[in-house]
């Protein structure tokens, strides 16, 4: 598995989690990486991405609650959620993409971790 994910959970309403996705085999170095998540019954969406050199983006659900980050060796990623709803339920996916912040598209996926927030 190239794209690693952790850090998923349970949490109640207004608490904070904090995933990680490590790129291990340095695959999708110069890649922008970000976070989809999928909610029962729902199409897969856009939360968050980030470039190379650290420009983000985040979708309107989120924005002034997540932040996403790059770690110091640029290949690890860093979701840190806080005042967390329980309409933030869902499998968060870590994604790579050349132009992942511009154009949403992905072109690896990784593994989904599972985060549920009880109200």
């Known amino acids: 598995v190239q794209l690693q994910a952790s850090g998923g959970g349970l949490v109640q309403a207004g608490g904070s989690l904090r995933l990680s996705c490590a790129d291990s085999?340095?695959?999708?170095?110069?890649?922008?990486m970000g976070w989809f998540r999928q909610a029962p019954g729902k199409e897969r969406e856009f939360v968050a991405a980030?470039?190379?050199?650290?420009?983000?983006a985040y979708s309107d659900s989120v924005k002034g609650r997540f932040t996403i980050s790059r770690g110091n060796s640029k290949n690890t990623i860093a979701l840190q959620m806080n005042s967390l709803k329980p309409e933030d339920t869902a499998v968060y996916y870590c994604?790579?993409?050349?132009?992942?912040?511009?154009?949403?598209?992905?072109?690896?996926w990784g593994q989904g971790t599972q985060v549920t927030v009880s109200s």
């Open positions: 980030i470039t190379w050199t650290g420009t983000t």
């Open positions: 994604a790579a993409g050349p132009q992942l912040v511009q154009t949403r598209r992905v072109t690896n």
């Open positions: 085999g340095r695959a999708f170095s110069g890649y922008s």
